[in-house]
Nanobody, 116 residues
Framework: QVQLVESGGGLVQAGGSLRLSCAAS????????MGWYRQAPGKQRELVARITKGGSTNYADSVKGRFTISRDNTKNTVYLQMNSLKPEDTAVYYCKADLSSITYYWGQGTQVTVSS
């Protein structure tokens, strides 16, 4: 079992920055990939960024150059630094931990609202 607790969401003006954190607990040694996903009202949940245990990263095209995912294995925490935020970044952001292709856990989500 893995528990994920997200924090750092909030309301920010366009062009501003936020940093999301996701702290993992439980059988964390089994986590291979951690990622951030988001879901806007009326839309499907989509990948924002992901990072492997070895530090390899992937980003959605819409956030490349603006968002940075990082991982602190000593704190069992993954971060998402979001800069140059746009109104279209408004969504609930979810942390996900993949233990394998069929075993994964989600956090409870944190709201990010970007005003124009």
């Amino acid at each position: 079992q893995v528990q994920l607790v997200e924090s750092g969401g909030g309301l920010v003006q366009a062009g501003g920055s936020l940093r999301l954190s996701c702290a993992a607990s439980g059988t964390i040694f089994s986590i291979n990939v951690m990622g951030w996903y988001r879901q806007a009202p009326g839309k499907q949940r989509e990948l924002v960024a992901r990072i492997t245990k070895g530090g390899s990263t992937n980003y959605a095209d819409s956030v490349k150059g603006r968002f940075t995912i990082s991982r602190d294995n000593t704190k069992n925490t993954v971060y998402l630094q979001m800069n140059s935020l746009k109104p279209e970044d408004t969504a609930v952001y979810y942390c996900k931990a993949d233990l394998s292709s069929i075993t994964y856990y989600w956090g409870q989500g944190t709201q990010v609202t970007v005003s124009s």
